[in-house]
């Protein structure tokens, strides 16, 4: 009893530890984000007129396009990435396997970017539309095209663009379902879709959510994509009361109030989701169904269009775009990628150990202040990327002058705190802290709680569970998670653009200085580049991906549960 009570008390003491280090590293992840609050609070009366302005002129559309533009977007995550997910998972079609590598190659084209190519190539001076009026003999005016600079556009780019957020995590979910749980089903008279619906589906879903969270805030906080697109969102209605308006304080607010739309959007989905828990354990490997005929070609179109849309046809505009230009020979190009991959690596070398502390602390502790915690430390995706620079240096400036204070107590000279590269990490850890964070959350989630009991019955202690059991199921998961940040980090624009050093810019920066100035030839190779530093881990992603063991079983027909 004494041993059985001894790791009892050394497994809540642990918990206990583990749970107030993800307190403090929350409100270090929360510090821009109440900054910002402090600053919206301290101008909330000088503002008055401009958000006065603002709500009865342009801030209806900025919501009602900013809500169509997310809904296109989730729609077009939610079935491409679900869809393509399951038939890669489990189904076997020709050329399965190789589209299971071009359907995560989008992950690497920025939206930004993607906007650049098909805007290039679409616009009426784009090479389709020259190329329609020379075979024609129409003029401009004689003759329809959809609007390339519109919400349906942008809705399209960040879609193929944020797939993957969904088709990866699903695909994991997907593969590792267990085959004894849809044999049972079918044992008591479920039909296909009855069982994927009943049995599968519920194992994936908190994978689903997790990516679908993660595409949302994306969208609500990009400006790139919808700025060239000349798209009025929310984010964007935030930056012109910055820059054209002159009220810091008054686009503070409103990013604040983007912030709680997001906050409430997690929060329905949570209270949706309820006390039910999604567990499974794969005894076998799951089997495979091999599709045939109008089955297997319509399996292989739907899983080559994400793909070829998401980025070979960008790809090769962009490098039909950048062939003679001037930007092609470059000196500086190489120490751009070298930048670019120093940020990107240093992210996901500082968000992947902080996720991992996280997630394992709201599964062992779940306290309320875990949890309370843990939301405020997810909070920072949704902030506009240069919003949270603002912030950031903001938290800077008022660091400075209490150092400052200090020192003159003291006699110390105190350091000035500013923008740099250290400011640039803290940024991305407070930016992309979500994205390793949900899907590591959702990978434990996968693990019966029955599994630690288990293993403390055994006699391991705290980090003893966590190493031997939960480590071995989680490695492909964390290694997941430090690609998604690596590749958000490489593709990272207004945060960058504002704190980096003087002299010290990125892929990402030189090519939105280029396509602002509509030097688009310039700006494809640095694109490109983008391209090909977020290719490397998303082909080493794909590899980690593919590399589970499944049967395939020859059934002709539609693919069953």
Known sequence: MFSAWSRWWSGAFHGAQVGAATVLVALALAAPALALAVLALAGMFDSTATLSHLGLTVLPRYAATTFLL??????????????AAWLIAACEFPGRHALAWVLVLPMAMPAFVMGYA????????????????????WEIGDYWFPDVHSWPSAALCLGFALYPYVYLLARTAFAERSASLTEAARTLGLGPFEVWWRVTWPVARPAVAAGVALATMETLADFGTVSYFAVDTFTAGIFRAWQSLGDRAGAVQLALVLLVAVM???????????RMQFHARSTQS?????????????????CAVPGV??????????????????SAADARLLQWVANTALLGAGGA??????????????????????????GLANTGYAIPGLVLGVGLLVLAGLTSQGLAWMGELIGWQAPLIAGGVAAVFYAYTVRFFPVGFQGIDAGLRRISPSMDQSARSLGRGFWGVLREVHWPLMRRTVAVAALLVFVDSVKELPATLVLRPFDFDTLAVVAYHFAADERLAEAAWPSLLIVLVGLVPVVWLSRITLSEPSVARAKGGAPTG
């Not at 070398?349 to 502790?365: F, N």
């Open 264 to 274: 409430a959007l997690v929060w329905i989905e949570r209270i949706q989701r309820g």
């Open 286 to 302: 799951p089997e495979r169904t091999v599709l045939r005929g109008a089955w297997a070609w319509g399996a292989f179109v739907a």
């Open 309 to 326: 849309l998401g980025f070979v046809v960008p790809a090769v505009l962009l490098l039909a775009t950048g062939v003679g230009s001037e």
């Open 349 to 374: 070398a500082l968000v992947v150990p902080l996720a991992l502390l996280g997630a394992y602390a709201l599964r062992v502790s779940g306290g309320r202040w875990v949890r309370l915690a843990i």
């Open 70 to 83: 997310t809904a296109a977007v989730v729609v077009i995550v939610l079935s491409v990435g679900v869809g």
């Open 118 to 137: 098909y805007t290039d190539f679409l616009a009426p001076s784009g090479a389709l539309q020259s190329a329609l009026r020379r075979a024609t003999g």
